[in-house]
């Protein structure tokens, strides 16, 4: 049985700029509070906001959300930094988690496999490895043009995914593991863009960006994306929404691995009585590649269910089901399909906080049917991460 116990150690997001609006300042009659610890850090966040430094404003304003001991202070410091964040061009956030896994390949624990009635081998590129998986991005944004009806950014982003086998041996025997796909790091530039059409529909949100992928370190590839997405107001309580797809992947290793993937989702948002949210989608999926494994098409529905939470916990649960067939692959009459089904039910814990940050705890389960019994998975999921309240 395979297990991942995932740590986000920390989501950071912090807003950086060049100049202080005038406007911004910090009372300290709204901020009252008897911390000399509470005062010193409203102070010195009085001071840095006056300089222009926002980026050490706001952690000087999280030292003071920590010392603060009345829920008005603390509200108080949660609209002074959404007024700081809203009025600076820049914006910059960063993510960071550590993955142990039993499994950090996405291979199989199978030694062989039947097709068409006849034992095969499995090559050690598939066999599954313990170890650990090392996520991180960095994303920064600048405001290009905003008004009443539209905002546009220029976006920057980096990110890496770096695998590491719990076992020396195996590092050394398994190299084409340590430098495959599955070690990933992109560098990409683009744009987000939205736009107010009328007051029943949700902004139009565009989103494109082009980039440069390191397989294992050293295979170069080119990716481009494109996005939409819009929603429709039935009323108060119900949004239909709809978002489309395009990322062109080209291999420069290999050509055959290059591929076209295509993506429509359609569905609603439900606001139900007492905070409880339903929202789900059905997606549609399509990616083109003279490679057998990759040219696939899917059809899935996702459903999101928020429910009202109580004095320390508010849940969330996922669920998904995707059919994906492989019609090229195709070994001794056998064409491969896929069928996966997935869970997860998050825990929030907002009343929990240091710093303006809280807990988030989150458990899955994943399950992949194959009728290649090599491409059948199953694992567990416990996710550990801090988001900020503000």
Do not use: C
């Amino acid at each position: 049985m395979k297990f991942t116990i995932a740590l986000i150690l920390l989501t950071l997001s912090l807003t950086i700029s060049a100049q202080a609006d005038q406007n911004i300042v910090p009372q300290k009659k709204l901020f009252y509070d008897d911390s000399n610890k509470f005062l010193h850090a409203l102070t010195k966040a009085t001071y840095h906001i006056d300089q222009g430094r926002m980026t050490i404003a706001h952690l000087w304003l999280r030292i003071a959300y920590e010392h603060a001991v009345s829920a008005e202070a603390r509200k108080n410091i949660e609209k002074l930094n959404r007024r700081i964040a809203n009025s600076k061009p820049y914006s910059i956030k960063f993510n960071f988690a550590l993955s142990p896994s039993d499994n950090v390949n996405n291979g199989t624990n199978d030694e062989v496999v039947i097709l068409g009635g006849l034992p095969f081998a499995i090559d050690n590129r598939e066999k599954a490895y313990q170890g650990y998986v090392l996520d991180t991005s960095f994303l920064i944004s600048y405001l290009m043009s905003q008004s009443a009806r539209h905002r546009t950014d220029i976006v920057f982003q980096a990110t890496s995914r770096t695998i590491r086998l719990s076992n020396q041996e195996r590092q050394r025997n398994v190299e084409n593991i340590r430098g495959s796909d599955f070690n990933q790091s992109t560098l990409s530039v683009g744009a987000s863009h939205l736009l107010r059409t009328s007051a029943r529909f949700t902004p139009l949100n565009l989103q494109w960006d082009i980039g440069k992928i390191w397989y294992g370190g050293n295979h170069l590839s080119y990716q481009l994306n494109t996005t939409a997405s819009q929603g429709y107001y039935l009323s108060d309580r119900l949004v239909l929404r709809g978002a489309g797809s395009l990322r062109r992947t080209i291999r420069q290793d290999s050509s055959s691995n290059s591929s076209t993937r295509k993506n429509i989702s359609l569905g609603a948002q439900h606001s139900i009585l007492n905070s409880t949210k339903l929202t789900y989608d059905f997606i549609y999926e399509h990616i083109s590649s003279s490679s057998a494994t990759i040219h696939s098409n899917a059809i899935a529905i996702a459903a999101n269910l928020e429910l009202p939470g109580s004095k320390m916990i508010k849940p969330i649960i996922q669920f998904q089901l995707e059919d994906r067939s492989f019609p090229n692959w195709n070994a001794l009459g056998t064409v491969r399909s896929d069928k996966s089904t997935s869970a997860s039910l998050v825990l929030g814990f907002s009343k929990i906080q240091k710093y303006g940050f809280s807990p988030r705890i989150s458990f899955g389960l994943q399950r992949v049917n194959s009728n290649v019994s090599m491409y059948d998975r199953y694992s567990k999921s416990a996710v550990l991460s801090f988001h900020s309240s503000f």
